[in-house]
Nanobody, 124 residues
Framework: QVQLVESGGGLVQAGGSLRLSCAAS????????MGWFRQAPGKEREFVAAINWSGGSTAYVGSVKGRFTISRDNAKNTVSLQMNSLKPEDTAVYYC?????????????????WGQGTQVTVSS
């Protein structure tokens, strides 16, 4: 069982930045690919970013490439999402997720576990 707890959401003006963090329980964190998904009101949950077990491979949805950066610290069991140049369309609940897989590359992960979500609101 893995527990994921997100933090760092909030309200920011367009063009601003936020950093989301996700703390994971368990000693097997380093064997998981990690990712971030988001769900806006009235829309389906969508993939945002992922990082493989070692941190050597990352993947992003096209709409956030060049603006968001995913990273992880296996010593601290944390994964982060640095979000810059935020736009109103980035407004959503952001979810941390994990998949128990140790591949050398990563794409859209298929989560085994989810966090509870953290709200990000970008005002225009």
């Amino acid at each position: 069982q893995v527990q994921l707890v997100e933090s760092g959401g909030g309200l920011v003006q367009a063009g601003g930045s936020l950093r989301l963090s996700c703390a994971a329980s368990g000693r097997t964190f380093k064997y998981y690919s990690m990712g971030w998904f988001r769900q806006a009101p009235g829309k389906e949950r969508e993939f945002v970013a992922a990082i493989n077990w070692s941190g050597g491979s990352t993947a992003y949805v096209g709409s956030v490439k060049g603006r968001f950066t995913i990273s992880r610290d296996n010593a601290k069991n944390t994964v982060s999402l640095q979000m810059n140049s935020l736009k109103p369309e980035d407004t959503a609940v952001y979810y941390c997720a994990s998949q128990q897989v140790t591949t050398p590359t990563v794409g859209v992960i298929r989560p085994d576990y989810w966090g509870q979500g953290t709200q990000v609101t970008v005002s225009s």
